[in-house]
Structures are given as structure tokens and as C-alpha cells.
């Protein structure tokens, strides 16, 4: 059960795109369809921002994106702005288990 | 409103036990698989146990396997996590989720959270 790879860090001015990816392998990522995101702001709870790839929660702005490319799931975040300046993970089912990235924290300069 | 909260953590010796809970309020528990997922100070997230929505279905990460045991009791609204044997590096504060699709233990997402229970064991 090894995590998936997420960049450290990443930053953006306001009104900029970012995208983060998170890479795995044939049996988690690449497999199945079931990648999740969520936004973690310090001390507080994780909130899903995209889940199954692409789909959006509803409440979620559609400034969030996500998408997937074979071994490799990106969230691409658009019209940065200051409330964006988060932790972000990735998940992914695998094998009856759910795997986790190691999170990216996103700087708004 | 959609809720949840955990209760139970605490601070425990190394080979101690504790039992944590997630009362669940504005939906039907019954209707929904339920994880919980924990987090190191400064640390990333890490799955633990997740539990299918009849409860026949219980999965655990490796790290907590054989001394970890995750149950429901969809009559109260309540998830369960048992804790035995712990250990220093179980030291996390443990949130409970909510699958966000019915139906599905696997699919949909974490679409509810809790505010996080605090376990510490230290001697």
C-alpha cells in the first residue's frame, strides 16, 4: 500500500492556473476510475473538491477541475484566488484499500 | 445539516486501547459506507478502515491490521473504530467520512467529514 506521488508544493499568482498531479500505477490510478480530491485547509477537516475523476461536488466551485491520463490523475484549479491556499490531496481506490498522496501545498502568491 | 462526530480519543499508553465514535445526524446511516482516515501531526492523510454499508464488508490498511476493528451500528447512527495494541506511531487525529454515493463502498468520494478525535499515545 504505497502512496501515491503528489508534487510538495506548487504556487500561482491570483487569476492564474495551477494543476496538480498525482501519479501512480496500473492498480490504483490507471485501474479504476474512483480518484478523489480534497482540500484541507490547517485545522480543518479535508472537504472533497472532486470525486470518480472528473465529477464535482455540488457547492464546489467549477473553477475546480479534474482529469486523468493513464497512470496519472491532475487537478487543475483556474481564476486562482487567496481562499485556494490550501493542503491538497489525492485518492484512489486500490485493491480494497484507499491510498492517499502525500499532499501538495498550494501557495497564492 | 449532515453530520458527524467523533468522540473517545484521548491519550493512551503504548499497548493500550481505545474506542473511538462517529455519531452520524441529518442522513441514514445505514444508506452509506463510512471510512476512517487519520492524520500525523504534520503529517498527509492515511486511510485506516473503511466498513461497507450493511457492515459485512470491513477493510483495513496494513499498518493497523489484526489490531484495529471497525464496526457499525446502523440502528444508533454510530461508527466504531476499536483500538488495541496501540503504538506510538498510531498517534494521529482520526476523522471519520461518509462515502458520498449509495450503494458503493469504493466509489464517490469522502463527501462528509468530521471534525477529528485526538489520539496520542506516549508513555
Known amino acids: 500500500q504505497s502512496a501515491l506521488t503528489q508534487p510538495a508544493s506548487v504556487s500561482g499568482s491570483p487569476g492564474q492556473s495551477i494543476t496538480i498531479s498525482c501519479t501512480g500505477t496500473?492498480?490504483?490510478?490507471?485501474?479504476?476510475?474512483?480518484v478523489s480530491w480534497y482540500q484541507q485547509h490547517p485545522g480543518k477537516a479535508p472537504k472533497l473538491m472532486i470525486y470518480?475523476?472528473?465529477n464535482r461536488p455540488s457547492g464546489v466551485s467549477d473553477r475546480f477541475s479534474g482529469s486523468k491520463s493513464g497512470n496519472t490523475a491532475s487537478l487543475t484549479i483556474s481564476g486562482l484566488q487567496a481562499e485556494d491556499e490550501a493542503d491538497y490531496y489525492c485518492?484512489?481506490?486500490?485493491?480494497?484499500?484507499?491510498?492517499f498522496g502525500g499532499g501538495t501545498k498550494l501557495t497564492v502568491l | 445539516e449532515v453530520q458527524l462526530l467523533e468522540s473517545g480519543g484521548g491519550l493512551v499508553q503504548p499497548g493500550g486501547s481505545l474506542r473511538l465514535s462517529c455519531a452520524a445526524s441529518g442522513f441514514t446511516l445505514r444508506s452509506y459506507a463510512m471510512r476512517w482516515v487519520r492524520q500525523a501531526p504534520g503529517k498527509g492523510l492515511e486511510w485506516v478502515s473503511a466498513i461497507s454499508d450493511s457492515g459485512a464488508g470491513r477493510y483495513y490498511a496494513d499498518s493497523v491490521k489484526g489490531r484495529f476493528t471497525i464496526s457499525r451500528d446502523n440502528s444508533k447512527n454510530t461508527l466504531y473504530l476499536q483500538m488495541n495494541s496501540l503504538r506510538v506511531e498510531d498517534t494521529a487525529v482520526y476523522y471519520c467520512a461518509k462515502v458520498g454515493i449509495t450503494g458503493t463502498t469504493w466509489r464517490g468520494g469522502l463527501d462528509v467529514w468530521g471534525q477529528g478525535t485526538t489520539v496520542t499515545v506516549s508513555s
Open positions: 496500473s492498480s490504483d490510478v490507471g485501474g479504476y476510475n474512483y
Open positions: 470518480d475523476v472528473s
Open positions: 485518492s484512489s481506490y486500490s485493491s480494497s484499500s484507499t491510498l
